[in-house]
């Protein structure tokens, strides 16, 4: 009879476990119809018990996009961050999340571009490298090791080589992480804040899962404390070869340079919906290596004036994504 109890409970919790994670699943798989929409995904959500460091360098491409108004471009997304996260004592922990990413877009330009030159349009290239750099220290009272209150301070710099205004947008997001079935199932809950250039504040329900439904299948939200991320099945009869698929949506907005003729010190913001498949291989306890490709969907370029007046908007058709990330772990 205990037997079948425990069957029974097994069976509860990983139901319960399913009615969490279904709606992170489906916001997640349906983001490529909602790229607008304000939401942001974290990494594993693994607290502030023991303390880990981990470094990821990360290259993905975004090619053959079409613009519907005319002219396409490519982009490169590279970069590297480091997260850092323990306790301090039984009660208390502190983490620390850096990081700097490289945008860099080249605009094709039309054979005959209709827009004149000091018009905002996409005909010619109206922003090229972007630069961003992120800093989110974090916070932590341990109730428990199965309970426990977070916080973030997210700051961001975000901008075009040459800008003269500042690019600096910063908030803070607070949030509880709740650990069930023996560490088996992990997530974390809340909301948080974050300045806009040019524009009101956001707010943003921010959401973090780590679930591992049985031997072969995994569930987890990839991001940091920044609206977007992604939300990806794992799945792989092996420890160490692993097959992946995700989406979600990615958001950034960036000052641009003082010296275009685009929109001088204006912004420009970049949404679009990835969606992936790829591959994880597990080198190591301490090196982990994955690759990805895939599409872009619900892709959206604009330009903003100086002062946030919407100047141009374009969507784009779909684009193909590819990239390679290393994650070391010490």
Known sequence: MEIFDTARSNRRGRVAYLAGALPVLALALLSPLTASAQVAFLDPPRGHLERTHEIDLYADGEFGADIDGGGGFNRLHAGGRYTTDGALNRNFGLGLHVAYTYDGYRFDEAQSPSCAPDAACFEVP????????????????????????????????????????????????????????????????????????????????????????????????????????????????????????????????????????????????????PILAGLDLRLSDAFHLEAHGGISVAGRLTIFDSDGNRLLEEDYDVAGRAGVSLQITF
């Open 126 to 273: 109206p922003w090229e490298n972007i630069h961003t750099t992120d800093i989110a220290p974090s916070a932590g009272i341990i109730f428990t090791p199965g309970f426990q209150l977070l916080a973030w301070v997210p700051m961001r710099f975000s901008h075009e080589s040459g800008r003269s205004e500042s690019p600096f947008t910063g908030g803070v997001i607070g949030a509880l992480r709740i650990v069930l079935d023996q560490g088996r199932f992990a997530t974390t809950l809340g909301v948080g804040y974050m300045s806009e250039l040019e524009a009101s504040g956001r707010v943003f329900p921010v959401i973090g899962v780590d679930w591992h439904v049985g031997e072969r299948w995994h569930f987890v939200t990839e991001g940091g404390p920044y609206e977007g991320g992604l939300g990806t099945v794992v799945f792989g009869p092996a420890r160490d070869v692993k097959l992946r698929v995700s989406a979600g949506w990615e958001r950034k907005r960036f000052r641009l340079s003082d010296a275009g003729t685009r929109a001088p010190n204006g912004l420009g913001q970049h949404v679009n919906a």
